[in-house]
């Protein structure tokens, strides 16, 4: 790696924390602390990894619940990769013409009629998280699940402090959560959103997770949880592809082998399609491999312009080909490969300017975990119920949001991204494991629909070519587009003439993706971990430990 000497245009807000023991980053402090309740009890970084989503469930409501979706990627202590696929499923009875779009071009070539697919109930598609979930704890966990379980129980049904980073996004959605009772009567009590500080409690899902606790995945996919979510959808007068009690049976989890890349000297780990990321986290890193970043500069326009450039193209080969593997063909291989981007570097453009085309849908809003423990474990997690509170509704008796990934499907019939039953959404998640010389580097992900993967990417630079810090990889100022605008952070804004000069329609935003959340390995055993400023991200280190045999008290 690359040592850091210019300075930096920004200042980190929050504080890594180092230890031997495990490591557990996610975005909010009582899913740290849960994660690190289990690793402490003498569970593995699966254990952890599952007791913190379980309670992110609860403390995140607006991001992930037990009925969405995601992508957990496991390396084992043995070197061995897994990523369990739990994303969710278009219903068994979803048709290609299910929706009405209301455009065929521009920004609204997503939207449909009503909003059918964007919230409601016909917005729901096969949730996979919950079995996810139970299935990698089952396979790769030491501790029985009831006891992962329990944390999530309690906060449940004790309650928790509101934070201001929940209350702001009830507010952005409480027109359409006012729509529910059920869901207005726990976040809009008196019609107004919950405000910062007040307490939080869910008495409801703290006995839907009892029943979880005692039946595992079952309790939804099959029992009693699945019975009531079928029969609050089935409330809708429509009744065009709506979820069943069949797919929610019939749902199955799956385990794929990850993509796997190699840049400057290191292994890049990452999820195969579904999932954009494996594939063109792969293909931006060798087209860059052939520039040195170093001597560019993290602040320098320069650098920046071919970031930009290198984004564009990784989207518009991901526009060509990407989807559910088992619908779509998808060179995967073609992308990844050097000779393919040696010649991509011709594509690159010494003056920019925005592509037409149109814009898939894939939600902001998703959680990011990262976990590690002492025996050689690693978790990265990206799970979601899509939009900001799913479905906009509550299962009544149940405290269950529904996910609205059925949004993420082009509406438009006959597209390679169309509704068709069974097909697995698309999605930009990029849990990522870094390795060099065969060992663990880096593991991290973040939130941030189709601002993920090329996130993941600026910050595996950053730590590779820019010599950062973990704190500072994770809190980099980034930037983004899709081959349309072009995206800064603030701090960055000092290039937005430069750029624009160089033919890029410049925005500056508050942020480019969500909270990122990563841990780097050291050779002696000693972990860090470092989450950012754009979520409640915190770190939850586990040093010390038990007595050696034979050290006991004495006066």
Partial sequence: MQT??????????????????????????????????????????????????MVLTVVEPMMVGIAGGGLSHIRLADGSHHVVDALA??????????????????????ETDGRRSQFGEASVAVPGNLAGWCMMQEKFGKLAFADLVEPAIRFARNGFRVSSYLTGTI???????????????????????????????????????????????????????????????????GDEGK?????????????????????????????????????????????????????????????????????????????????????????VERYISKDYARAARSRLRDIGGAVVHPAPYESHNTTHITVADREGNIVAATHTINGLFGARLIVPGTGIIPNNYMHNFDPHPGKALSVEPGKRVPTSMAPMIVLRDGKPAFALGLPGAVRIFPSAMQAIVNLIDHGMTLQQAVEAPRIWTDGAHIELEPALAHHADALASRGHEVRVVPHIGGGMNAIAFGDNGTMTGAACWRADGTVAALGGGFADAGVTFHI
């Fill in 171 to 237: 507010a952005q959605h409480q027109d359409d959560m006012a729509r529910d009772a059920e869901i207005s009567s726990l976040y809009l009590p008196g019609g107004s959103p919950l405000k910062a500080g007040d307490r939080l409690v869910q008495s409801d899902y703290a006995q839907s997770l009892g029943l979880i606790q005692r039946e595992g995945a079952s309790a939804l996919h099959g029992g009693l949880l699945g019975e009531a979510l079928v029969g609050r959808l089935a409330e809708d007068a």
């Fill in 243 to 331: 979820l069943s009690m069949a797919d929610l049976v019939g749902y199955r989890p799956v385990i794929r082998q990850p993509v796997v890349g190699n840049y400057r000297g290191f292994r890049v780990v990452g999820p195969p399609p579904p999932a954009s990321s494996g594939v063109h986290v792969t293909e931006m890193l060798n087209i860059l491999e052939g520039f040195d970043l170093a001597a560019m500069g993290f602040d320098s326009t320069e650098r920046l312009h071919l970031i930009l450039e290198t984004i564009r193209i990784a989207f518009e080969d991901r526009r060509a080909a990407s989807g559910d593997p088992a619908f779509v063909d998808i060179p």
């Fill in 89 to 110: 499923t278009a219903p068994g009875a979803a048709r290609t013409d299910m929706y009405r779009p209301v455009a065929d071009n521009g920004p609204d070539y997503m």
């Fill in 4 to 53: 850091q000497n210019a300075p930096l245009p920004f200042i980190c807000r929050k504080q890594p924390a180092s230890a031997e023991g495990g490591i557990v980053v996610t975005n909010h402090p009582l899913s740290s602390a849960a994660g690190y309740e289990v690793l402490a009890s003498g569970g593995n970084a699966i254990d952890a990894a599952v007791a913190s989503l």
